[in-house]
DNA sequence: CCAAAAGTGTTAAAACTACACCCATGA
DNA sequence: TCATGGGTGTAGTTTTAACACTTTTGG
């Protein structure tokens, strides 16, 4: 059943730049496309969106359909539209970025029958599209937004170790913190609430683990606080 | 002739938030509707994208079509998508905020054979579809954006003097600021360059006029510096 | 002479930076 | 016993915030 308009529309899809932590790399979640055109090359997870569908809305279904990934942080990142982008058509794309944690989202993937497989950033492959683009955009956000608001917990386990934390604001930042530094300031804010667990089954002294304090962030923040690493 | 595809699809649209900067107020540029839907309501200038345009040229395109107004800074904001946000069907915009200065672009806008005019802030006429939230988006990115980078200047004529880059800063960010405290400040940057020349026709001490100097603000910003009020 | 903004320094408090050692744990 | 991170305090420096008066100009 065909769809007849009076003026050309583009195609409308979204696509998702998804960002995973490990111990040591920022990662991507890439899938290897199936069809033409670009297939078999390595390219975002994403596709069409429908029209009873919010955009959000779209970007999770992709999401869920193309990775496994559900209750992902999802953030409009930036909309391409250049004509020429995709060789099928006038297709314009509405971006997305998203913060998983790897432990949690470890080896799925492959539900939709396609491949899936996480990147580190500095062995990215060729992307299909202006994909390399997006993602580089994703990349420049993460590291400005990061400083700024609280997102980058969404990278880390629920529990996390200040450590962890530290680290995860170095890979992003690419540059070395000072622990008591890092330590201080952080704690310093009063958005991280001890669990009062601990550390297992590390090959080194345990450390505190902590958890992010959304209900104080929040109250802080009406009070007219302001996160910035 | 008709347009026909497999699958349903969008129209998209661009809009525009042009905001504006006189001695006591930011302001926003608004245009009447000519036609249903919202018909005589005001609107933000916007309208259909061609498929052999870029994104900002279809926003340049509107924004000079129905109003005037052409070499402006303008930014992405976000993509609004909502099914239900246009009466019409299915019509997805993809928003922009522009900076312009007021004195350049005071009583255009009646180009096109429709009305249009500033309107302050804090008096705002009801807005057709979703347009107040749109508006509201902007000014929050504004708010945000204005502290850490420089593009307040593009708010202001290309001369100015200290008193206005501050009244500037007071008026976006709701709160009064140090005299003293702001001038050293913006001048210790080093990004703003005396003119030589001097206020005229104010009946008060004449101030001296500087210009925004992109060339150091570069050089500085590929050195480390940032920009922060 | 009045109103309006131009222009100009200092000081106290706060925030930031750099820096080093002992402790606990599992391999 | 060794490697790995856990955990802790201080001093010097820089940045920020608060604050008032004289000057110039046009009306």
Not at 17 to 35: M, P
Not at 159 to 187: S, W
Not at 217 to 226: D, H, I, L, M, V
Request: charged share 30%; aromatic share 12%; net charge negative.
């Amino acid at each position: 059943m065909p769809f007849t308009y009076d003026y050309e529309r583009p195609a409308l899809t979204v696509d998702c730049v998804v960002f995973g932590l490990d111990d040591t790399d920022l990662k991507v979640a890439l899938i290897r496309r199936a069809l033409p055109p670009f297939e078999d090359a390595w390219a975002l997870p994403g596709g069409f969106v429908q029209g009873d569908e919010t955009l959000e809305t779209a970007a999770r279904r992709e999401l869920l359909e193309e990775t496994g990934i559900t209750d992902a942080y999802l953030e409009q990142l930036f909309t391409f539209g250049n004509p020429g982008r995709d060789p099928r058509g006038w297709t314009v794309t509405v971006a997305y970025y998203a913060l998983v944690n790897l432990r949690d989202h470890a080896v799925k993937g492959a539900t939709d029958a396609r491949e899936a497989a996480w990147f580190p950033l500095d062995a990215l492959p060729d992307l299909a599209f202006d994909h390399a683009d997006i993602l580089a955009l994703a990349q420049e956000r993460l590291r400005g937004k990061v400083r700024y608001q609280p997102v980058g917990f969404e990278l880390l386990p629920e529990k996390f170790t200040l450590f962890q934390l530290q680290r995860l604001y170095e890979i992003i930042l690419g540059r070395a913190l000072d622990k008591r530094n890092f330590r201080g300031k952080i704690l310093e804010m009063g958005i991280l609430r001890e669990t009062g667990e601990m550390q297992t089954g590390v090959r080194h002294r345990a450390a505190r683990l902590y958890r992010f304090d959304t209900r104080a962030y929040q109250a802080k923040t009406r009070k007219g606080f302001s996160f910035e690493i």
